[in-house]
């Protein structure tokens, strides 16, 4: 099992929950992104800077990711790749993106996107909170137990 991280969108405060899990549990983490990553000197912790551009570091976590893998990821459409191949995609608010619910959370990222780009103004997402940590928390420390 390797925990793949889709880092440049990736709150704080969750990277510094799963530095604890590759402290911890030793457990290979990979945070990917296209600028430079500061992380602590643990041995199964590692940064992978992918050049600048649309959709490359998701695309690197598409090549690297195997089944039985954790993608953690705000990106739906990378979570829909992730989940096609078998492994578990999580967001940083804890929700779990599933064979079976996949395709409505895309159907609803499209519907959201098709109306911001008619000039609707939807808003975004409420602020994180604690609530969101202590739920992506609980929800990592479910899939880990299962390993």
């Known amino acids: 099992m390797h925990i793949w991280v889709d880092a440049d969108a990736c709150p704080a405060v969750i990277k510094e929950i ?12 990979t945070l990917v992104a296209n600028q430079w990553l500061k992380t602590p000197p643990y041995p199964s912790l590692r940064s992978v800077q992918v050049p ?17 893998d954790i993608v953690v990821t ?10 096609e191949k078998g492994a578990t995609a999580i967001n940083p608010r804890g929700e779990r993106y599933t064979a079976e619910n996949i395709k409505q959370a ?7 996107e098709s109306l911001r780009s008619s000039g609707v103004e939807t808003g975004g997402p ?3 909170s604690q609530a ?15 390993r």
């Open 74 to 83: 705000a990106d739906i459409p990378l979570a829909a790749f992730v989940v």
């Open 132 to 146: 969101d940590r202590q739920a992506f928390a609980n929800q990592l420390d479910r899939l880990l137990a299962k």
């Open 106 to 112: 895309l159907d609803m990222r499209n519907f959201m």
């Open 126 to 128: 409420p602020a994180f």
């Open 52 to 68: 600048k551009g649309f959709d490359v570091a998701d695309n690197h976590i598409v090549e690297q990711v195997e089944a039985g």
């Open 18 to 29: 799963l530095y604890r899990v590759a402290d911890r549990t030793g457990l290979p983490v």
